[in-house]
């Protein structure tokens, strides 16, 4: 099956600076490569996804990229905000989704 | 528009008891995907349905745990003889016929005394 790792598991960044978060996955049969925001106690919320024959995606200030030879991927938050604080998880999969462990990122006032 | 509903929120059962999670996809969409998260933990896959179908059921524990999503009515998650390991949130997803994007209910809190 899937086996996807998610780097780091925690991350602290000045407000205004970037955070970059990176997963590595097994299966070069997964083409689609989610990723979700979970705020304490609330469910989580897709934020941009990426299909294996892009390689990069781009919304305001959220970017992911896709190496699929490399089989890794990676999201970047510019510009950040303290509202952007949160646990952040990456997937990957055909069907059913495979989920890192998650990053808790930390955006300082 | 709803989105995904589950219910109940919160459920409180006593070790040996049975759990039945609830859970209505969006408008349109034909399949449900239920994942469980420990504390601070990731989101684990266990079941894929389809309406009447189990499509993929390879993260569901071999016992006591079974999913069903039948023609009409919500899908069901059920846990029988809870055990204090079972404590977690349950969340299921749903995704439409034609595309691969899932989302996510508000989840169920499973509490085993």
């Known amino acids: 099956g899937e086996n996807v790792e998610q780097h780091p598991s925690t991350l602290s960044v000045q407000e205004g600076d970037s955070a970059v978060i990176k997963c590595t996955y097994s299966?070069?049969?997964?083409?689609?490569f989610p990723w979700y925001k979970q705020e304490l106690g609330k469910r989580p919320q897709l934020i941009i996804d990426i299909r294996s024959n892009v390689g990069e995606k781009k919304d305001q200030r959220i970017a992911v990229t896709l190496n699929k030879t490399a089989k890794h991927f990676s999201l970047h938050i510019t510009e950040t905000q303290p509202e952007d604080s949160a646990v952040y998880f990456c997937?990957?999969?055909?069907?059913?989704?495979?989920f890192g462990t998650g990053t808790s990122l930390t955006v300082i006032p | 528009n709803a989105g995904v509903m589950q219910n109940p929120r919160h459920l409180v059962r006593r070790r040996g008891q049975e759990a039945r999670l609830r859970c209505s996809p969006m408008k349109g969409h034909s399949h449900v995907y239920w994942y469980r998260q420990l504390p601070e933990e990731g989101l684990k896959f266990m079941v894929y349905l389809q309406k009447e179908n189990i499509i993929d059921e390879s993260g569901m524990p071999k016992e006591r745990f079974s999913a069903e999503f039948p023609k009409e009515g919500p899908s069901i998650l059920r846990i029988q003889q809870v055990v204090r390991g079972d404590s977690a949130a349950y969340f299921c997803?749903?995704?439409?016929?034609?595309?691969?994007?899932?989302?996510f209910g508000p989840g169920t809190r499973l509490t085993v005394l």
């Open positions: 997937a990957a999969g055909r069907n059913q989704f495979y």
């Open positions: 299966d070069s049969a997964s083409n689609y």
């Open positions: 997803a749903s995704s439409p016929p034609v595309g691969d994007e899932q989302f």
